[in-house]
């Protein structure tokens, strides 16, 4: 087994509302879905690194189990953020906690993003605002494993918390909403570069009858793209059946690019959208322009 020497350690508590005594069953049941829930968090956030819960102790009052979840990583994988990856975790499991309270089992009304923080509405026009990795944390999957911690759960409340203090905290009558599966969709934090340049298409596959996009073949990059076209007047024109248009068609067009990057330069993808159709050319001695 590879030795990992560095690790990340942060205290916290699960703490079940009402009687000092809990069904073993439903105990095991909660734990396992919510430790779950962080190993998942760990994973998104750093794929080497691996978490261990340990049980320190209970409480009374209500049913209280006292943990320490302990992140480990390779002495290569130092960073500033990992140092403090069990706390970072545990924070993240509490904020897609708050946002499926929050949202109180329907999906939001909005959802807004800007520098890096994300505003969420829910269908009582409340907002909250997370940071954009919890959000993007909550996904399909996160969302499965959450509803189960609330499956069979019998008890006052459900909360998780820090330095004796509540991180998120879910009464029992919110527990149905707990349960319904919300998938929000996701973020990306790319940084867009748009440019617009005048070039020759050879149409591969045409949409002769909708607005879907077309096929073409891009010389610039020698490749095959696909590219919505904004040009009203020349679809009207292709569906009435004023331009024919065949795999010897070119058209010149004002084309918009797309470049999307990611946090460290590399592209992600591009969008192309044909803004204006200049010029349609059947061939060398027949061409129509606009």
Known sequence: ???????????????????????????????????????????????????????????????????????????????????????????????????????????PKSVTSKDGCVNIENLNCEKIEVNLPTYNLYSEKSDKILSKIFTGLDRESFAIKQENKSKVLINNDEFDNMKKEIVLDKIEDYRIIKNETKVELSIKKPDLTGNSQWEFTYPLKNKIIKSAIEDTEFINKVHLGDIVVSAKTTILVRLQVETYLDEINEKVKEIFTIKEVIEVKQNIDEQLKF
Not at 29 to 45: F, H
Not at 57 to 70: D, I
């Open 1 to 107: 087994m590879l030795q990992i020497n560095n690790k990340s350690e942060s205290n916290f508590s699960i703490c079940f509302g009402g009687s000092n005594e809990i069904e073993a069953e439903s105990l095991i049941r909660t734990l396992e879905y919510t430790l779950e829930l962080i190993n998942y968090a760990v994973n998104e956030k750093e794929k080497d690194a691996y978490i261990k819960i340990n049980v320190k102790g209970t409480r009374k009052g209500s049913f209280e189990v006292q943990l320490m979840a302990l992140a480990g990583f390779l002495p290569t994988l130092i960073t500033p953020s990992n140092i403090d990856l069990a706390k970072t975790c545990i924070d993240s499991v509490c904020g897609i906690l708050n946002i499926k309270k929050h949202l109180k089992g329907a999906k």
